[in-house]
Each structure stands twice: as C-alpha cells, then as structure tokens.
C-alpha cells in the first residue's frame, strides 16, 4: 500500500486547532481535542504550533479539508523531497490513542 | 442529552466560599441562546437596581454559547457581564483565545460569580470542578505573570487564564479583563468588578468533549459557512494584515480621531500604519481557536527606549488609540504602550481616549501642572502617554481622575472641559470619528454599554451590502454610501440584533463580520450542533429579545432616552478634512427612525407593550403595569 505520510508547513499553521476539531467530529461524533487522532501541540505563549499524528489515524483528509491556510497535507512518497526542500515538515507520530472525555457535558 | 451545550453552570459565592453547580434550563437555552443572552438574562435577574457596582452582592457572569469548543468557525470565544462602574450600565464583553473552548470542555455553559473573597483567590476550573485557590501571591502581578505563576503552581502548561492587572486589583474603572494574555472584554470595568470581589483570575482547564447531535451536518455546515468567508473581500485582507491596515480608509474619509478628536487625519499615519508595523515588528500570525481567520499577531520591539517588548494581538485599536488619538507616530511607543495596557489591564480604548482628553485640557489649560505633578502634557510623547497610563492604573495623582473615564474628569475639572469629551453613556468610543461615519455614530449613541463600535459593527457603512440583504433589512440600497443617513436607524438596530445573536451562539465579529452574521447562515449549524430545531424567525427573536433585556436594565438602573446622544463636539463642530469635511453628526433625524423600528418610546425610551410581548419579556417589564 502506498504510504502517505501528513506533512504540516511552520510558520502557515496558525495553532487554530479547526483540524483537531474535524477529526473528533469525523471519527468520534464529538468535538474534543483529547478525542483527536491530530494534535496540535503549540508553545503556550507564543502559540507556535508543531502538527503531530497518533497511531490511529485513517488519513481521512478530514483535518486537511477544515484548514482555511492549507498548512496541512498528506503526501505520497515521490512528492516528499520537494514538499521538504519547500520547507514543509513530517508530522511526528504520537504513540497514543485518543482517550474518551469522561468528563464535558453533563 | 444536551448537545452542543455542557449542560450544566456554576454560582460561586465568594464570601462563603461556596461552589454550587445547577443544571442549565432548556427554556433559557431557547430564549436566550448562550453567551451575552445568558449573561444578560442573569444580570437582570441577580442585580437589584441601584447596588453599586462593586458590592460584593453584585454578580459577574462568564458565558459560553453552544458553537464554543465545537467545529463552528470562530469556536473559541466567550463573554464576561456585569454592571459596570464606570457607567452604572450594563456591560458584556466578548473576548477570544483559548479560554472558551477550554471552559465548555471543562463541563461548564457558565460561571455566576458572586461575593467578596476576605484575600485574594483565584478559580481553578477543571473537568467538572471548581476549586477556589488562596493567591494573595498573585496580588499585584502583571496579566502575563498571572498566567505564568498559575500555569507552574497548577504543573499545567495547557491551562487557560482570564486575569486582571493591577490596575483591576485598584478598582480602576478603565479596566477589563484579559484572557490568554492579551484578549481582553468587558469594557467599562469589568477588570474592577473582579478586582472588588479579591478574585485575581479564573483559570480553566478542559479534557472533556462536546456531543454533536448530527456530526454530518455539522462537519457539512462548518465547511460551507468557511467557503463562504473564503469568498468575503475581507478575508484575504485581515488574513495579511490582521486589522492594522484600516488606516488608509480613516485618512481618506478624515474620521480618524487626531490629536483627542480636534483634527481628523493624523499628518503622520503613514509613519505608524499597519505596513510599518509588518514590515519592522510583526513576528508571525496568532488565532484564537478555532478560527479559520487568524487576525492576531505577535511582535518585538527591538530598537528604542523599551528594547526588546515583546506583545501580541496588535489590532486597528493599537494604532488608532495609542497613535493617532495622543498624537503619537513612534511605533515602538505605541507598542510598548500596547503591552503595558494588557499587562495593567487597562482598556485600550477608555485609558488612551482619557489621556488624550487630559492632553487637549492640559494644552487648553483648564489643568495645569499642579494637577500632573509638574509632568508637561503634550500630544505626541509617548513617554507622557505612557507615564499616564501607569499613573491610571495606579491611581496616583491625576491618575485618580483618568481612572475614571473622561466624563468624571470633565465633572471633577470643569471649566468647560466637557467640550473634549468623547463618550456616550460614560463610555468612550474607539477612535473612529462618528461625524465621518453616520451609524457608527448612532451606534455609539445607542449601545447597550455607552459608545461600543462593536455593539451594532455597522459594516453595512462600508459599502457591500446587496440588493436581498437590503431588503432583509427594510432599507434603502443608499445604506452603502457612508455619508448618507437615510435608512440607517432601521439598519443600526437589525445590526445590533444580529450582533447580540452572535455574541450568544458565540460567533466572532470578524468571521460573521458580513454574510455570516445573518440567521440564515447560522441556524443550520446551530441546529446540527444543538438539535434544538431552532427556526430563523426565532433567532430574529432572541437577538431582539437580548438587545430590549439590556435595555430595560439600563431603564431600570436610571438611564433615559435622552442618554442616547453624543458630545456637542460631535453634534455641534465640523470636520475640516478629508472627504467628510464639514460634516456634523445627523443624530436626530436617525434616533427617529431608530425609535420607530425599535418599537420604543421616544419620550420614556421604553419599549412598546407590544414589543415586550412579541419577545415573551412582559413579565420584565419595569413599569407598575408590568408588575401588575
């Protein structure tokens, strides 16, 4: 099978977390960040965001059709080198499994 | 099974040091909606008329809407009301960030705050929990410090945090409150509410989730809405340049407040306009969550007096109010005073508007330098500018009097010095000259919390506005051009209801700056989120309803329709620049053709019985009648 890795442009990605918010919906039903296969992890004062993946994610395209700056992508393997020399970067990935909220709504 | 909606808020009593959680009421989630609906709902209901604003009875209500923390565009906003001490009025602010979103996934709709801690407390907010947490630690910390001590004490880096300054710790009316550092609401001194009830901040912390009741349609509805914004002329605009570069569009129409509104174009704006500040200061883009157009920014200063400031969320008010508005063209000094108003907690509107009023005093001597310690006041220094602000914050000095908004200095220093002013209701207006923009200027007059731009945020004056949306609003096609006056009381107030729904489901003014901010585009996402079957009609509703709740608070705490005016500045002197040279504000003839679609009295400003009943709101009715 073709592997298609997601890739996320520094400076674009805005931290909005719109992305996080199409996956929970798309595979959960619910909007919730822990509930998220994306994860935007961003400094806390500086907002400045690294886009991760889990394990889990299905490569939907859910997150890519949200963003409004085209910041994320998925790409298949011959188009990586020219996606890095643009200055995009693979998303790391997160050995983890989105944990459901127990909490949130009463 | 609440969708979209946590369910569920909180009353914390300060005094007693009590938390007590009730479930939300699905008939106040109909009537109202969220946000400013629920806020304004609640302060109707708590606040006995009269009670001054900062007794420890009085409440403070933080509100999200249904659409916080969700897929809907613009998702991470909420609102904070009171009644406010520098108006005795009321006022909601609507603030971004991450603070929102954070507080629906920690399980809340809203937060009644009431009481006075005996020491300084913070709230801990988190998954289902309220904590209250002794911080005379945190007294006289600065915003950003807040957040900081809070995130290492709580060993969380991903909590959120609304605080006040120093100048709230000081009961400065001036003040708001601000969240994630720099997103700041409640004009009209909410800061000072909280300041009064010893509560320095209210943190929060979310992990939970919001149940969808039709993803699909959602997922659907959120994608069309953000295509369609796509299209909007102003997204590529705020998207490049966030709101800094309105400037051209205030010179050329000679309605940019100069020199405390004595002149309408600042000689030197090209020095200080939003292209100086990209091209020298801006660092990268900042968003609130969720939003699919990120205005924000952050920026260092890097040569000059105060070397290496670093701030974020620069807007059109950083220029305008700490440029223009003091005389000010030095950039690196609008924007040192940029970040010491946030980290005071000062209002970025009233404090410079204030100074700038003492500056035209000073220069027309009606105070001297007894009044100022012997510090010269002239426009133009932003060392005075921003020794002034401090001095506010502080209270000292003549900072006792600017704590208080120009009209109370006016009242203290006399001498005509109520010429100079600039507010409605006790509230300054942003620096947007109302002679140049004729429903900005009854916007102004007739906001809910004195003069707010973003009450009723009339882009309609700008042009754009087409033929069926015209006829959505009962008026004229002639609404586009700026200077005309015809059709733009009935415009001002449908504005002001569109915007008192979006400030509940909570929409961003910026996102539902134009087509977006019509019911129409909004109920199909509200109702995929919420499944409450919501129809336009009675979102029309809600938004009128909202807006005639606020005002029969306002009646109620003593104000009257002949408070829905102007300084005679405004009314009386020309501008004598720019595209709108000679042009006074047609107040009148608008206000008449305001109070006849309102449905409100002329002469009593109360709304008809008529209307009252449309919006199911007879039983607030203030009049014996009503009680009856």
Known sequence: MEERILFFLPGQCSGCGICEMACSLRNFGRCSLEESHIQVLRHPRLGTAVVAVDTGCEKCQQCVKACTLEAIRFAAEPEWGTLLKEGWMASPVLAREPQQAETGAA | ?????????????????????????????????????????????????????????????????????????????????????????????????????????????????????????????????????????????????????????????????????????????????????????GRGGAGAVMGSKNLKAVAVYGTGSVPIYDAASAMEEALRMTRQLMTEKHFSTYLEWGTTYFLDRYTKAGGLMTFNAQKGIFPDWREMDGRVYKDRHWLGRLACFGCPLPCSSYFQVEKGPRNGTFGEATSASTLKELGARVGVKDLRYILDCHVEVDRLGLDLISAPATVAFAVEAFEKGIIGKTA????????????????????????????????????????????????????????????????????????????????????????????????????????????????????????????????????????????ARNSLAFPEEQVGILNAVTGLGFTVRELDLVGERITNLERLFNLREGMGPEDDTLPERYLKEPLTEGDSAGRVVPLEPMLEEYYAARDWDRGTGEPSEGKLRELNLISHDNTEEGDA
């Not at chain 2, 099974?1 to 005094?15: E, I, N, P």
């Not at chain 2, 937060?111 to 904590?131: K, W």
């Not at chain 2, 220094?381 to 401090?390: A, H």
């Not at chain 2, 096609?477 to 449908?494: C, D, H, I, P, T």
């Open chain 2, 372 to 511: 100022t310690d012997g510090l010269p006041l002239e426009f133009g220094r932003g060392d005075v500018v921003l020794e002034l602000l401090r001095r506010t914050a502080h209270r000292e000095g003549i900072g006792e009097d600017l704590a208080h908004g120009s009209r109370a200095c006016a009242e203290r220093w006399g001498k005509g010095s109520h010429r100079l002013r600039s507010d409605s209701k006790g509230l300054e207006p942003p620096a947007t000259d109302p002679r140049a923009y004729p429903a900005w200027a009854l916007g102004y007059a007739t906001s809910s919390r004195g003069a707010c731009h973003m009450r009723a945020y009339s882009v309609f004056e700008f042009g754009g506005v087409a033929e069926d949306q015209a006829e959505r609003m009962q008026v004229p096609m002639s609404v586009n051009q700026r200077l005309e006056w015809r059709g733009k009381g009935r415009g001002v107030a449908f504005f002001e209801d569109l915007r008192s729904l979006g400030d509940s489901l909570i929409a961003c003014r910026f996102v």
């Open chain 2, 1 to 185: 099974m609440w969708y979209g909606y946590a369910g569920r808020y909180a009353v914390v009593d300060l005094t007693k040091g009590e938390v007590s959680k009730f479930p939300l009421d699905e008939d106040i989630a109909r009537k109202f909606v969220g946000g400013r609906g629920f806020i304004v709902n609640w302060l109707y209901e708590w606040v006995k008329p009269g009670t001054d604003a900062l007794a420890p009875e009085m409440p403070i209500v933080f509100a999200v809407g249904p659409l916080t923390g969700t897929i809907a565009p613009s998702s991470g906003r909420w609102t904070v009301g009171c009644k406010s001490p520098q108006t005795g009025i009321i006022t909601v602010g609507i603030g971004g960030g991450q603070f929102g979103a954070h507080l629906k996934w920690a399980g809340f709709d809203a937060i009644i705050i009431t009481g006075r801690a005996q020491q300084p407390v913070y709230l801990m907010i988190e998954d289902g929990n309220i904590e209250i947490v002794s911080a005379p630690h945190l007294w006289g910390k600065d915003t950003t410090e807040v957040e900081a001590a809070i995130r290492a004490e709580q060993e969380n880096w991903d909590v959120h945090v609304a605080t006040i300054g120093v100048a709230g710790e000081n009961l400065v009316p001036t003040t708001t409150i601000l969240a994630d550092r720099a997103r700041s609401a």
